[in-house]
């Protein structure tokens, strides 16, 4: 497969800027055929059985984002190469031209490689449907096509830097002790408590109660979720039933949400393969204000849906990515640095980790939807040299003087 950089065409001036700007996505309703083909591929995703397609049903997020991937792709091949016909997901077994345009993505674009070692592997899927519209490929050719965009997946994964060294974000900033990071979110949840007990309930008191309880909810009483998993949970308020969930079509799901004191995430990234995520919080900090937040605190910011977390507006927050830069800001006003929820997984996992028994770092990989293999290969930025540190115990132990 080629890897030369394809320049636009000279006689497309506003193909260049489309091209030097990304905007390259098709309309929706434009390319009738095109929609059909992306229908088809989402019912060969998610159906339970298809024999044509390897592995499990996709999750609908998977789903979407491999769809986001033709989109972008047929809409490059035709600013870039100036086809005019009809888009299709065929263009996917031009191996030259998915060269090209993942040369661009990564010289012009600068995409980090781990997005287009993704991109690789979403469009490999995309073949694989594609040969399910074509009976009549050669199956070799097919097979090679596949290897070539594999091969190419693994050289962008090499390309990868290698997990931090604790000791290096701790110089840069970029990250805080466990102790240190629950002390001062306890200690402004507490100060929190006390004021709604003894001072007027307002709509500044109200927006405190509100970081404070997402604050104890993610660092103190429980590992960080993911913030796409906390963004949609929902607080029943007082004398009120949950209404049906909107995330899917199960008609007695409640979604994620609180019963009493018990956080219940039915909808997560690993919810297709494991039981829901629930966290019991009775007695803790979190229970408490989530107390103040349901009783009073929601009437406070204005707000009658039923989401628990809340803009400063009132509103629900309109996407993962508003809602995940939410807290790392609440979090530099207690004079800690600017935590990601990613980070904070990571020091909380890493914290952990230090003194757990492997039994209860089990529990916190159910606790927070993950796997032992994730937390030891990825979330643990220590493993690696703690298992060198014990290598060498072991071999100096071993050593006859």
Same mark, same amino acid.
């Given at each position: 497969?080629?890897?030369?950089?394809?320049?636009?065409?000279?006689?497309?001036?506003?193909?260049?800027? /489309? /091209?030097?700007?990304?905007?390259?996505?098709?309309?929706?309703?434009?390319?009738? /055929?095109?929609?059909?083909?992306?229908?088809?591929?989402?019912?060969?995703?998610?159906?339970?059985?298809?024999?044509?397609?390897?592995?499990?049903?996709?999750?609908?997020?998977?789903?979407?984002?491999?769809?986001?991937?033709?989109?972008?792709?047929?809409?490059?091949?035709?600013?870039?190469?100036?086809?005019?016909?009809?888009?299709?997901?065929?263009?996917?077994?031009?191996?030259?031209?998915?060269?090209?345009?993942?040369?661009?993505?990564?010289?012009?674009?600068?995409?980090?490689?781990?997005?287009?070692?993704?991109?690789?592997?979403?469009?490999?899927?995309?073949?694989?449907?594609?040969?399910?519209?074509?009976?009549?490929?050669?199956?070799?050719?097919?097979?090679?096509?596949?290897?070539?965009?594999?091969?190419?997946?693994?050289?962008?994964?090499?390309?990868?830097?290698?997990?931090?060294?604790?000791?290096?974000?701790?110089?840069?900033?970029?990250?805080?002790?466990?102790?240190?990071?629950?002390?001062?979110?306890?200690?402004?949840?507490?100060?929190?408590?006390?004021?709604?007990?003894?001072?007027?309930?307002?709509?500044?008191?109200?927006?405190?109660?509100?970081?404070?309880?997402?604050?104890?909810?993610?660092?103190?009483?429980?590992?960080?979720?993911?913030?796409?998993?906390?963004?949609?949970?929902?607080?029943?308020?007082?004398?009120?039933?949950?209404?049906?969930?909107?995330?899917?079509?199960?008609?007695?799901?409640?979604?994620?949400?609180?019963?009493?004191?018990?956080?219940?995430?039915?909808?997560?990234?690993?919810?297709?393969?494991?039981?829901?995520?629930?966290?019991?919080?009775?007695?803790?900090?979190?229970?408490?204000?989530?107390?103040?937040?349901?009783?009073?605190?929601?009437?406070?910011?204005?707000?009658?849906?039923?989401?628990?977390?809340?803009?400063?507006?009132?509103?629900?927050?309109?996407?993962?990515?508003?809602?995940?830069?939410?807290?790392?800001?609440?979090?530099?006003?207690?004079?800690?640095?600017?935590?990601?929820?990613?980070?904070?997984?990571?020091?909380?996992?890493?914290?952990?980790?230090?003194?757990?028994?492997?039994?209860?770092?089990?529990?916190?990989?159910?606790?927070?939807?993950?796997?032992?293999?994730?937390?030891?290969?990825?979330?643990?930025?220590?493993?690696?040299?703690?298992?060198?540190?014990?290598? /060498?115990?072991?071999?100096?132990?071993?050593?006859?003087?």
């Amino acid at each position: 497969m080629s890897s030369v950089v394809h320049q636009p065409p000279s006689s497309l001036p506003a193909a260049a800027s /489309l /091209l030097s700007t990304g905007h390259y996505a098709l309309p929706v309703r434009q390319h009738v /055929l095109f929609e059909e083909q992306l229908r088809l591929f989402r019912a060969w995703s998610q159906s339970s059985i298809e024999l044509s397609r390897s592995g499990p049903s996709l999750a609908h997020a998977t789903v979407e984002n491999t769809v986001r991937v033709a989109r972008c792709y047929c809409g490059w091949v035709i600013i870039a190469v100036g086809k005019i016909e009809e888009p299709s997901l065929r263009w996917f077994l031009d191996g030259r031209i998915f060269a090209r345009y993942m040369s661009w993505s990564c010289d012009i674009r600068k995409k980090k490689p781990s997005s287009l070692a993704w991109e690789v592997n979403s469009s490999i899927r995309l073949v694989d449907f594609v040969s399910t519209l074509e009976p009549g490929l050669v199956r070799s050719d097919l097979e090679s096509l596949k290897h070539s965009m594999r091969r190419m997946a693994s050289q962008f994964l090499a390309l990868c830097p290698l997990a931090p060294c604790v000791s290096d974000l701790e110089a840069s900033g970029k990250w805080v002790d466990l102790k240190r990071l629950q002390c001062a979110v306890r200690a402004e949840a507490e100060a929190v408590l006390h004021s709604a007990g003894s001072e007027k309930h307002g709509a500044v008191l109200a927006r405190r109660v509100h970081d404070s309880l997402l604050a104890c909810m993610a660092i103190v009483d429980s590992a960080p979720q993911r913030p796409g998993c906390l963004r949609v949970v929902r607080a029943a308020l007082p004398k009120r039933v949950l209404s049906r969930c909107c995330l899917c079509s199960a008609p007695l799901c409640l979604g994620n949400r609180f019963e009493g004191d018990t956080l219940i995430l039915v909808h997560s990234k690993t919810s297709r393969h494991r039981e829901p995520i629930r966290v019991d919080f009775a007695g803790t900090l979190t229970a408490r204000l989530l107390t103040h937040h349901v009783t009073w605190g929601r009437a406070a910011l204005a707000n009658s849906t039923e989401s628990l977390w809340l803009t400063s507006r009132g509103d629900p927050f309109a996407s993962d990515v508003s809602f995940a830069a939410y807290l790392p800001r609440k979090l530099e006003c207690l004079g800690l640095p600017r935590l990601t929820f990613t980070t904070l997984r990571h020091i909380a996992i890493v914290g952990v980790s230090e003194w757990s028994t492997s039994d209860e770092l089990e529990g916190m990989a159910n606790a927070i939807g993950t796997s032992m293999k994730k937390i030891k290969e990825v979330y643990d930025y220590r493993q690696r040299q703690r298992s060198t540190e014990r290598f /060498l115990n072991a071999y100096r132990a071993s050593t006859i003087i």
